[in-house]
């Protein structure tokens, strides 16, 4: 894998993206985005993920994130990917629907590209980690993370997408807990 694909602090909050090969919508329903879920609860749970800042969208998924700083943060994402590709081809290939086995088709086509994959690529690769540096820059991603649904004429406000920290950040109900962050860069319960 790149360098450009890795972080390199293990102690530091990254803003990373992580997409759906082809950019197909298979996170689009409500079960895509379930896998989504679970797999972020089970990491910050047994790999101690912290979550700043989240969007679920449709075909990728974009996070504030830090490891515990026993690990580095791309290995914890490369091993969410891996599971989560796992459960979404296998619901993919449960529904007997065209759009399923076409999404089934294509990530097989990218897997045999690989030698290193078996079956099927789901995502692509990389997560495009950015090194967070400062208040400005930090509330910056915050920003574009919670316009995206906006941007993308799923909701009218940010808050009003379930699957974002936008909801976390207005003190609404959310699917995912998150650490919240402040402008001087400290974490709140």
Request: charged residues 25%.
């Amino acid at each position: 894998m790149s360098e450009k694909y890795k972080t390199t602090e293990t102690d530091k909050a990254y803003f990373v993206t992580f997409t759906i090969v082809e950019w197909l919508t298979v996170l689009a329903n409500v079960q895509g985005k379930e896998i989504i879920i679970d797999s972020l609860k089970h990491y910050q749970q047994s790999r101690g993920l912290t979550i700043y800042a989240y969007c679920l969208m449709p075909n990728h998924v974009h996070l504030i994130a830090q490891s515990n700083g026993k690990e580095y943060l791309s290995a914890v994402l490369r091993d969410l990917k891996k599971q989560t590709a796992k459960t979404i081809t296998k619901k993919l290939e449960s529904c007997d629907n065209n759009e399923s086995q076409k999404a089934l088709e294509i990530f097989a086509s990218e897997g045999r590209r690989l030698k290193r994959i078996s079956k099927y690529k789901v995502w692509q690769d990389g997560n495009r980690p950015i090194l967070l540096y400062s208040n400005k820059f930090i509330q910056q991603k915050i920003d574009y993370i919670h316009s995206n649904p906006v941007k993308a004429g799923l909701v009218v406000n940010p808050e009003d997408y379930l699957y974002s920290s936008a909801r976390n950040y207005a003190g609404l109900t959310s699917v995912i807990d998150i650490e919240m962050l402040t402008m001087e860069w400290k974490t709140v319960k």
